[in-house]
């Protein structure tokens, strides 16, 4: 896929001019050529642009700040992904692809310092399917420069393997480790196969995001893919469901903090002005009082930098239950269920949950220094969370049997230290993750201020604080941890991880894709469509069984 148009100006033709000024009597038949790819380029970047212009906008740097892997100095070397303040109260933000031009909200860089730096090639096509990239006529010089901001913060437009790798475990593996156990009770042993049936048709359908973005010039992200798919009702409508999913994930971590806090504090309570909150009430208040002001913080990069730190501390809370079963010696105590017919539709969306991290490869694929690498590292990350997954499943629910909660931290017992560490892990994550996961939402209604309100920071306070507040209000209003996960895994994360991106391929390669490809994306289509309405009807009705008892 050719480069961004405000990448492209980093470029210097200086190559060819040097040659079309020593041609001398050539230079008649070099200026019509070079008029001829003129023309060439700029109808391609009036292309490119066209995926700039539609809501949202602000997707792009949004996204890479809520899954980057940013720390330079502790984890490997250098900053992978750019930086982003929040859109009302940062006075600047690293750019690494491109800032749209119509992006109004947000002051693009000062180039004040330059530094040395080989940019890499541009990306090839993925697929021998795809048409070629039409080759440029400008070459990159060997001192092509990276820009930095008039605050001094370096900017890296390039991420490693490993960094990508970290980047896509940080986002697939969260909240929905700790349910496994719960979606192995739910099915039995031969429902958590559907686990590792997910696991290599999402992996599948990472891979066709891939294609998609190199079918053409200027596609970057999700909805970039909607878009020139289905039109910009596509890329709305893509959009809308990505932020949907990313709202109910905070939605999760307040019924997680009330559900976990209020374990560790059982008789804890407030009672005041004839208003009684029990212990779930009353830490979902506080939690959600704790995060507000992270919403509101001048730059969110501060919290990208400790949130890398979730692949580490799903690591660690594995490890507990680990120790707590075998060092601590808990013991197996159940057999478990071959097959539970009954549960099986809440775990098919509990496993999908578990693979809902498509909205952001698009953005790993077009950060990393070697694009050709994507599926050695989506197959590493795809790895090693179904492994973590599949561990967990198989820990929990042998240790704990019938009597596992949609947590396992709820089982483990309290007086070990193992337990107390994977408690307090799991309380503490959320913390930093929240403002990361709701940013995105909140900048895209942001975008739909008036411009002549943009400098305003009272409405964007208002839109985060509400936002914020709605999330602790469907949370008391539906406290169903494992309920709600699986009704987000059965009703979104089926959409974004199996069906969209299948249908996508298909809308625009159309003819390109060979018959085995056809005929996987719409087998994986019907499961899709299958997995979500059998989940989705299960989950409501037991949401809904639950609220009328």
Wanted: contains cysteine; aromatic residues 8%.
């Amino acid at each position: 896929m050719k480069n961004s148009v405000s990448e492209q100006s980093f470029y210097i033709e200086s190559e060819d001019e040097d040659e079309e000024s020593n041609r001398g009597g050539e230079e008649d038949d070099g200026n019509e050529s070079d008029s001829d790819d003129s023309l060439a380029d700029n109808r391609q970047q009036s292309k490119v642009g066209s995926y700039n212009t539609s809501w949202p906008q602000s997707y792009r740097q949004s996204i890479d700040l809520y899954s980057s892997v940013q720390s330079p100095s502790i984890i490997l070397g250098t900053p992978t992904l750019s930086r982003l303040g929040s859109s009302f109260l940062s006075s600047s933000i690293l750019t690494r692809r491109h800032t749209p031009e119509s992006l109004p909200f947000i002051t693009k860089p000062l180039i004040s310092k330059v530094e040395d730096e080989q940019l890499p090639p541009q990306r090839r096509s993925s697929h021998s399917l795809l048409p070629p990239i039409p080759s440029r006529r400008s070459s990159i010089k060997k001192d092509d420069k990276v820009s930095y901001l008039s605050h001094e913060v370096p900017m890296s437009r390039q991420s490693s393997n490993s960094q990508a790798v970290l980047n896509g475990i940080n986002v697939l593996c969260g909240v929905g480790l700790l349910s496994t156990s719960y979606a192995a009770k739910e099915g039995g042993w031969i429902g958590l196969s559907i686990l590792f049936i997910f696991a290599v048709l999402s992996f599948y359908t990472g891979l066709l995001l891939r294609y998609c973005l190199d079918s053409e010039p200027g596609l970057e992200t999700y909805p970039d893919i909607g878009q020139a798919a289905f039109g910009t009702t596509g890329r709305i409508v893509i959009s809308i469901i990505l932020y949907i999913e990313l709202y109910a994930c905070c939605v999760e971590y307040i019924i997680l903090e009330g559900d976990n806090l209020s374990s560790l504090f059982p008789n804890a309570h407030l009672s005041f002005g004839g208003l009684e909150l029990n212990s779930h009430h009353l830490f979902a208040l506080l939690a959600t009082l704790a995060v507000l002001p992270t919403v509101w913080l001048r730059d969110l990069s501060v919290l990208s930098y400790i949130s890398a730190g979730g692949v580490i501390a799903s690591i660690m809370v594995v490890l507990c239950l680990f120790w707590v079963g075998l060092v601590d010696q808990v013991g197996i105590h159940s057999k478990g269920t071959p097959l539970n017919l009954g549960g099986l539709p809440v775990a098919i969306g509990l496993y999908g949950y578990c693979y809902s991290g498509h909205a952001v490869f698009p953005n790993i694929y077009t950060s990393m220094a070697q694009p050709n690498k994507y599926p050695k590292v989506l197959l590493i990350c795809f790895g090693i969370c179904t492994l973590m997954y599949a561990g967990v499943a198989i820990m929990g629910y042998t240790m704990f049997g019938e009597s596992t909660e949609s947590q396992f931290t709820l089982n483990m017992p309290q007086d070990l230290v193992a337990s107390k560490i994977a408690l307090w892990t799991t309380v503490v994550n959320p913390f930093t993750k929240y403002a990361l996961t709701i940013s995105p939402v909140a900048m895209s209604l942001e975008e739909l201020i008036p411009s002549n309100h943009m400098k305003s920071h009272v409405y964007a306070i208002c839109i985060r604080t509400a936002l914020v507040i709605s999330t602790l209000l469907v949370g008391l209003a539906i406290p169903f941890f494992g309920l709600v996960m699986s009704l987000i895994g059965s009703l979104l994360t089926m959409l974004v991880t199996l069906i969209l991106p299948c249908a996508c391929f298909l809308s625009i390669l159309r003819g390109k894709a060979t018959r085995f490809q056809a005929t996987f994306c719409i087998i994986i289509i019907i499961v899709g469509v299958i997995s979500s309405v059998v989940g989705t009807y299960s989950a409501l009705s037991k949401i809904i069984e639950r609220l009328c008892s």
